[in-house]
């Protein structure tokens, strides 16, 4: 079996790529055939207007995979545009690839606003916009069949005509300015190359014929794209490419030092870059259960992200423990932290360790995805071959 993955060059990995990403690939590559791309035109997609960002940010997240395992003699890794035959085959499924199976895409209709979405909307106005249209909804003299989708439709509707106001000049500046969003943000993704996103994903899967896409769930239309354009190839033109699978794997989001999922955006990551001082930095400012305000007071470890930390790193005899003298009120969140930052810290050391050798020797990094690109460039060259074959043309 063969197996593709790609990762957007976004620079920096932290722990939640790991254990959502990285971690799944570690071992998919010791069982199977793996090849892993760094996706530098798919960043193009959305950050066309910082390129001067893309070298450093795929240097960045290479030497992570490097750093955490990811192991060039058992894993092909490489850099899509390097293997420029994805832009032909891109061109060809562009010509047969129906508009509305990507105008229903729904990671193109989220993203296409996404900076700008109701979830924005409601931080900007407090939840004051939900409870507006529920109001409104419960003062039509009509009965409403189903009273939640009427109300995300009403939502839908309401932040677009929002942006559309953004846009004509009715929104403050200082409100967008707060949320760190500019007006030049929201054209960001109103392109042809965004539309046609998982066109060129699903070129990176079938050019080298792949049968497994191990990915989050977030891209399962992506994947699904891929297998129609697969199926409509094949009708058109005869049996050229297989159905790739898609491989989910049960990872529960790992928060981020506010609670909420760990993310670039949100500023709450651990990154593998981090120093050991950053590291114990963050852990002390890590949110935990606001009831437990001293010392003293019992917490409530089923919700506190530093107990979710420790049940990852601690030993587990430590951890019932921690459960039971946090509840207690017996342990201080003070001391917890401290507790879990030995755990977490024990975890990071080696990769961090790793990560610095790596970085004496940034060059390896570049060859590593030179020659990586140049065996995938012949396998993409066979099949190729055998495409403009089928379709008589190039
Ligand atoms: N779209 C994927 C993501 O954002 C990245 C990606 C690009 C990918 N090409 C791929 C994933 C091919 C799997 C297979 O996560």
Same mark, same amino acid.
């Given at each position: ?53 893309? /070298? ?41 690839? /129906? ?20 979830? $924005? ?9 939900? $409870? ?52 030049? #943000?929201?054209?960001?993704? #109103? ?52 159905? /790739? ?55 409530? /470890? ?32 003070? $001391? ?24 004496? #020797? ?33």
């Amino acid at each position: 079996m063969r197996v593709l993955s790609g990762m957007r060059p976004t620079g920096k990995l932290h722990l939640g790529h790991y254990f959502g990403v990285i971690k799944n690939w570690l071992k998919l590559q010791d069982e199977h055939e793996t090849l892993f791309m760094v996706a530098d035109w798919h960043a193009l997609t959305t950050g066309y207007k910082k390129v001067e960002e893309i /070298p450093q940010n795929i240097e960045d997240m290479v030497v992570d995979w490097l750093s955490l395992g990811i192991d060039p003699q058992k894993s092909l890794l490489f850099q899509q545009s390097k293997v420029k035959e994805h832009a032909e085959l891109f061109l060809l499924f562009s010509m047969i690839t /129906p508009k509305s199976w990507l105008e229903w895409n729904p990671t193109y209709k989220d993203t296409k606003y996404n900076l700008l979405r109701i979830s $924005d909307l409601e931080l900007m106005f407090k939840g004051g916009v939900r $409870d507006l249209v529920r109001e409104f909804l419960a003062k039509l003299p009509y009965k409403v069949e189903d009273f939640e989708a009427l109300e995300e439709f009403f939502l839908d509707a309401l932040s677009d005509t929002l942006i559309q106001s953004v846009f004509e000049g009715y929104i403050e500046r200082d409100l967008l300015r707060e949320l760190n969003v500019s007006k030049r #943000d929201f054209y960001d993704t #109103d392109t042809y190359g965004f539309l046609g996103y998982p066109v060129l994903q699903a070129v990176d899967i079938l050019i080298y014929k792949a049968n497994a896409v191990p990915v989050g769930e977030d891209q399962l239309p992506h994947i699904e794209l891929s297998r129609e354009i697969s199926r409509r190839f094949n009708n058109l033109y005869g049996e050229t490419f297989p159905e /790739p699978q898609a491989m989910l794997t049960e990872t529960p989001k790992l928060p981020g030092i506010d609670g909420r999922k760990m993310s670039k955006s949100y500023n709450n990551a651990i990154y593998f870059a981090d120093t050991e001082e950053e590291l114990r930095q963050k852990v002390m400012r890590f949110f935990t259960d606001p009831k437990k305000l001293r010392r003293g007071d019992p917490g409530r /470890p089923e919700i506190c992200p530093v107990f979710f930390y420790h049940k990852i790193f601690t030993e587990q005899e430590r951890v019932q423990e921690i459960e039971r003298d946090c509840t207690a009120g017996k342990l201080g969140c003070v $001391d917890c932290k401290k507790l879990m930052f030995e755990g977490l810290n024990g975890f990071l050391r080696p990769v961090r360790e790793k990560r610095q050798e790596i970085l004496e #020797d940034r060059k390896r990094v570049w060859e590593i995805l030179g020659v990586g690109s140049e065996r995938a460039s012949l396998m993409a060259k066979d099949t190729m071959e055998e495409v403009r074959e089928r379709i008589r043309v190039g």
